[in-house]
């Protein structure tokens, strides 16, 4: 296989079973480097905010990124809008770890998202199904990221769409060389590889973690128990009311995810979580998952 | 029985590695499995560390109160984060950042650079000899101790990729790169030197 791909699976292989943890300046990356997160998201603002202010959003300032770069010694990964193949270029001569191209931020191109194998900086892709995970992983992500709703403290669409990957998965199982051409179709992906290497490992062939909503010790170790290899914290730690406690618990949680002991005791007295919002309560139009095909 | 240490990183391919290299180790009879308690480290013969964060690593060691127990443990197979949590002495930790200084060697973190900077090279020595294998975000060691030999370096350079130190009464075997990721020749070697103690 191409090398330059491997180092960049390579790295998402080392980041499993940790925290990548959304910061929006130096001291937060630093309390997320302590508390344990494998890695930062620098960010202009967290997914809460962004929802709130319902404004255009885009990629980080540079300026901020070097900051937070300049901060820990952790990889630094920084987002890039849906398409936005220049914000990408600049976020890799930046010299960032990994590039989310993330539905987070305002949708750039409606058709196309960005040529993934242009870049030697690895990139992640969120996905809230499995033509979409395939299609990303085929422009060349080396990561995957099972869509939740960002900024709302709420885990049901991530878990919603964490199921719908699975029993997609699980309905490869018995198919045909012709059934799955017919599905590679369906799926608008050209290599039937990636279906098969699919079906022959059950289970997506990048490393694939949660985001979006997690809020708690157990919301982490639920997306563990259910299969995902890591979490991605957005606006759970910073918007709660005692950040370090629980991003030091979410890092644990996510270590000792099938220790019901171990989790009864590093959930307790984390203080006040993240304001949570009701799903319903957001227009469909307005919800972040819904963006990037 | 050997333990593959769980709490970051790629323990899962460090698994992969040490159960297919323990299947050509036909007459040996070696239980491999992954640990994350006191309690699991506790029985151990042998201890893989694998690649991660490092600081990550070491924040959980230390909130689960691990130290004292690995420092129990005989042998060790670390890679890359893994080397950094045994060295005696690292340039570039975090501040409250500490090594366990069982491997008599000074190591450089993230010496390379950032991901742009991780590469595949050929080693050549004892093991691994004329491979390519992953350097990611890696390490780079700058001086071993009077007790260490280098296995392997980096082809046509100074450059020490592998490294093995006997002790009192086991070996730690070192890597600043990711053989496990490609093969189970390093694992193999381990299990093998390990088995005739």
């Known amino acids: ?293 | 029985m050997v333990g593959v240490l769980a709490l970051q990183g790629n323990f899962a391919e460090h698994l992969e590695a040490l159960k297919s290299a323990a299947k050509k180790l036909e007459k040996i009879k070696l239980e491999i499995k992954l640990v994350r308690t006191k309690q699991e480290l506790k029985e151990l013969d042998a201890l893989v560390i694998p690649g991660g964060e490092s600081t990550t690593i070491y924040r959980l060691i230390k909130e689960n109160e691990l130290e004292q127990e690995i420092k129990k443990i005989k042998n060790f197979l670390v890679t890359c984060a893994g080397l950094i949590v045994l060295a005696k002495k690292v340039e570039g930790l975090e501040r409250w950042q500490k090594t366990l200084k069982l491997l008599d060697i000074e190591v450089k973190r993230n010496a390379y650079g950032t991901q742009l900077d991780s590469f595949y090279a050929k080693i050549e020595g004892e093991v691994l000899n004329n491979k390519e294998v992953a350097f990611i975000r890696a390490p780079k060691i700058i001086k071993i101790g009077p007790e260490v030999k280098v296995l392997a370096r980096i082809k046509n350079t100074s450059e020490i990729a592998i490294v093995e130190q006997k002790t009192k009464n086991g070996i730690i075997i070192g890597a600043t790169c990711h053989p496990e990721l490609d093969s189970d020749e390093l694992a193999f070697y381990f299990l093998k030197k390990i088995s005739y103690l």
């Open chain 1, 1 to 293: 296989m191409d090398k330059k791909y491997l180092l960049k699976t390579g790295l998402a292989k080392m980041l499993k079973g940790g925290v990548i943890m959304d910061v929006t300046n130096a001291a937060e990356a630093k309390i997320a480097q302590a508390a344990g997160a494998v890695a930062v998201m620098a960010l202009e603002k967290v997914p809460a905010d962004i929802r709130k202010e319902g404004k255009v959003a885009r990629m980080a300032d540079p300026k901020k990124i070097k900051e937070i770069k300049k901060a820990v010694s952790i990889p630094v990964m920084a987002k890039c809008r849906i398409g936005h193949f220049v914000e990408a270029q600049i976020l890799e001569a930046l010299e960032v770890d990994f590039i989310d191209e993330s539905e987070v931020l305002t949708v750039a191109d409606e058709e196309y998202h960005i040529d993934k194998w242009k870049f030697s900086v690895p990139f992640v892709c969120g996905a809230k199904n499995l033509a979409q995970a395939l299609r990303r992983i085929e422009e060349g992500a080396a990561m995957i990221r099972t869509k939740g709703e960002a900024g709302t403290g709420n885990i049901v669409q991530a878990i919603k769409h964490i199921r719908t990957i699975q029993k997609e998965i699980l309905a490869l199982e018995n198919m045909t060389e012709k059934e799955l051409e017919n599905l590679a179709q369906e799926y608008r992906i050209k290599d039937i590889e990636l279906l098969k290497e699919t079906q022959r490992l059950k289970r997506l062939p990048v490393v694939n973690f949660a985001a979006g909503g997690i809020a708690t010790v157990a919301d982490a170790a639920l997306c563990m128990q259910l299969g995902m290899d890591g979490v991605f914290v957005g606006s759970g730690i910073f918007k709660s009311s005692n950040p370090l406690k629980r991003a030091r618990a979410i890092v644990q949680a996510v270590t000792h995810y099938n220790d019901k002991k171990i989790l009864a005791k590093i959930s307790e007295g984390l203080g006040k979580e993240m304001d949570g919002i009701e799903i319903k309560k957001i227009p469909p139009e307005q919800r972040l998952s819904e963006r990037g095909n």
